[in-house]
Structures are given as structure tokens and as C-alpha cells.
């Protein structure tokens, strides 16, 4: 597996997954056992989306002058290590704390590992066209390729390689959420706080098979010579960053479907943010309140496994759509990202005025099918149009866009919630999902071609 680097991509996903899974425990410890109010679980989402608004552009710039591979390594010990000490007190500051240090793990990873993938695909496809022509190919140093530049391949083949890893990274994710719920659920029944301390650790191991298998080839740090020797001093990182960052922010700023993927994500993070909250303890105040911590992580165990289950073929069709690319393509994945936020937007308005428990569980997993396809549809536009250079940097913008809004707008639900009522927060949640359509279904409408 140490030369396959689309294998260790998805394995990543299967780690990502995991990360993801300790969430069941972790809600239900704070839910169920501490009766964390709605106010308190909102402060706890914006202190993790704040730590990631903070730190992931500069997380991002690090990946890009330095090593895309070891901030991934990194990003799985301290994600880990967060998972690990979550449970070890109840005091709320404590918890704050342990959800700043996962934020910040989550970061590290957020757009380094779709870069790292990129440009160690694109050096092993070179290296394999080399070793097979008579003459050496040369390549365009446009710089802006998705990295195909240095391939040898056509753009637009090493483009749908790239997205269709990209969906199968998602596909490998729902998995690993599907093994991880399984162990949360096992370990659940003994131990809810043991449960999220094991998770913790198995994250830690995932990072220390990653720093062993993971090569890192096809990317070479700006901040040293061609030759490997050291660059001027006067030429400081910080520099660079800066550097970086503002190029980064130039792309973002002047590609309408860039542009369009940051506006969106920033709106409907926020109404997820407020979903991821809040939809525990509503369906808990629907028809659940005489569970206790470990019926309460059996019951969602079971149903998060199903939501992960039905992602997968959803994201399996994704893959197949985006592989498919071709000069419409942009206008066809703005569009298809407008109606996967509509459908989510009518997910989350079942979840928040249903009376029926059974109706508001499928809004819920309507809610949460949508949402993970949109993100990764959205992970996938921005990777395509970002150059290699500033591959993790641009990844990170889209990221820190969503942590605007779950910064903004979740604390501001998670405070109607408090004092109005749960319900009345999560309609305005589904309507922000309909609002956040908007950008992407624009970006349609004005992009020359037709639709499929």
C-alpha cells in the first residue's frame, strides 16, 4: 500500500470516518447523562467551528510550504488525542477545550490530504509515463492544472481521476463512520465514556501506520531549492505565507464557481452547524426521554448506521457523474449542488415542525444524505479549480467559509433554541439550506453551456 497513493487516500477517509463516528458517544454523554442545555451545545459547536475559522487557512499554508503528508499525520494525533481525553471530565470548560484541540486537528487534515492525493497521483502517472514513452514528454508549467500538468496525461482525464477519488474519500468515510458506530455501539453498552477514550486511541494508531506508509513524492517544499539546498534567509515563511494565502485568495475570489462553492458553504455550514446540535436532543424531546446514555447510543448507533449505508450509493452515483466530466461540467455540478442543498433544506424543515417522531427521524436522515453529498460535491469543485501550488491553501478557504457560518450563524440558532424554542431554531436552519442554494444555482444559470 506504501506506493498506491489513491489506497492511502481512502484509507484516510476510513480514519475521517472514525473521527466522525466518536460524535454518537460524545452527543449522547452530553445529551442524555450531562443534560448539556441547547445554549451549552451550541457553545460547544462554535468553540470547535471557531478554533477551525481560526486555524485552517493557516493549517492549509503550512501543508503548501512544508508537508502535506506529515500535516495529515499530525492531524490524526491531535484529533485523537482530543477523542481520548474528552471523557475524562465533566467540567464545561474542560469540554471547550477538547473541542478547540479537535477543531484544530481537523484542520490539519481539511485540505492537505485532497493535495497530497492530487500531486502524488499526478508524479506517479508521470513517473509511469516516462518509464514507458521512447521520448520524454514535456509538460506546461501554467501551474494552472490540477496538477495534470506534470502527469503527461490530458487534463481532463486526470481531473475525473481525481474527483472520482475524491467521492470514493467520501464513500470510504461513510464506511469508516458504519465501523466506527459499530465499535461506539459495542463499546456503548459497557462503557459510553470508555467508548470515546478507545476511539481516541485507535485515531492515534491510525497515525502512526500513516506517518510509516504515506510517501510524499510528488510534492517539494517552496521553502527549499529545486536541489534540495536550503533557500536565502532572507526569505522568511512567514512570506511565503503571506504570499500564499493571497494568491489563494485571488482565485477564490475571481472563479464564479469558486466563489460560488465559498458563499454556499458558508450558509448552509451554519444551518448544519445548528442541525448537528440540536437534531440529538430533538428527536430525544420527541419520543425518546426514557433512555438512558447506553439505550440512547444503541437506538442512534443503529440509526447512524443506516444514514451512513444510504450515503454510500448516493455517493457511488456522485463518483459515476463526476468522472463524467467534460467542458459543461461546471455548470451541471453548480446545479447539482443547488438541488442536493434544496433536498437537505427539506430534510431539516420535516426534523423541525413534524410532531411524529417517524417523520422527523426521516427528515433527519433525508437531512443527513444530502448534506454529506453536497460536501463532498463541494470538496470536489474546489480541488478542480485550484492550481497545485496552492492546492491545500484553496481547499482550506472552503473550509474556512463553512466556519464562518458555523461561527455566525450556529451560535445565533443555538441561542433561539435556548430561548424560544428547538423546533423554531431548526426551521430557520432549513430555511438557510434553501437560502444557501442560491450562489450555486446562479453560478449555473450564468455558465455557458447546456445541462444534462
Known sequence: MRHRPDRLFLLTGGVQGLAFAWGLPAMVWWVVDLRLSPFRLAVLGTALVLSILVTETPTG??????????????????????????????????????????GVGWTLQSG???????DELAHHASHSHRSAAVMPVESSTSGDDTGAEHSGIPRSDHSRQVDGLIVRHAIFRSAGVMVGLVAATA?????????MAVMGMLAIAAAGYLAIAMPEAGFESPRRRTDGAPRPAHTSAWKDAIALWKRGARLVRRDPSLLAVALSATVAAGAWEANDRLSVLRLFDLGLTQLDGREAVLFFGAVWFVMSALAIPMM??????????????????????????????AGA???????????????????????????????????????????ATVVSFVGQSQAVGEVS????????AQFVSVPFALAIAAA???????PAAIVGWRTDGAVQ
Do not use: C
Open 187 to 195: 463499546m456503548g453498552a459497557w462503557s459510553v465514556r470508555g467508548s
Open 316 to 345: 457511488a452515483w456522485l463518483r459515476r457523474r463526476l468522472e463524467q466530466a467534460d467542458q459543461r461540467s461546471a455548470r451541471r455540478d453548480a446545479f447539482l449542488l443547488a438541488r442536493f442543498l434544496t433536498i437537505a433544506a
Open 112 to 118: 492537505a490530504a485532497t493535495a497530497w492525493m492530487t
Open 349 to 391: 424543515l420535516a426534523l423541525a415542525l413534524s410532531p411524529w417522531f417517524t417523520i422527523a427521524l426521516i427528515g433527519w436522515a433525508v437531512l443527513d444524505v444530502a448534506g454529506e453529498t453536497a460536501y463532498s460535491l463541494t470538496e470536489a469543485m474546489a480541488n478542480r479549480h485550484a492550481d497545485s501550488s496552492v492546492r
Open 61 to 102: 499554508v503550512v501543508a503548501d510550504l512544508y508537508s502535506r503528508k506529515y500535516s495529515v499525520v499530525a492531524a490524526y494525533v491531535v484529533m485523537g488525542t482530543a477523542m481520548a481525553l474528552g471523557p475524562v471530565t465533566e467540567l464545561f470548560g474542560v469540554l471547550v477545550i477538547w473541542q478547540v484541540l479537535w
Open 432 to 438: 438557510l439550506f434553501a437560502v444557501s442554494a442560491a
Open 409 to 416: 450563524i450556529g451560535l445565533a440558532l443555538g441561542t433561539v
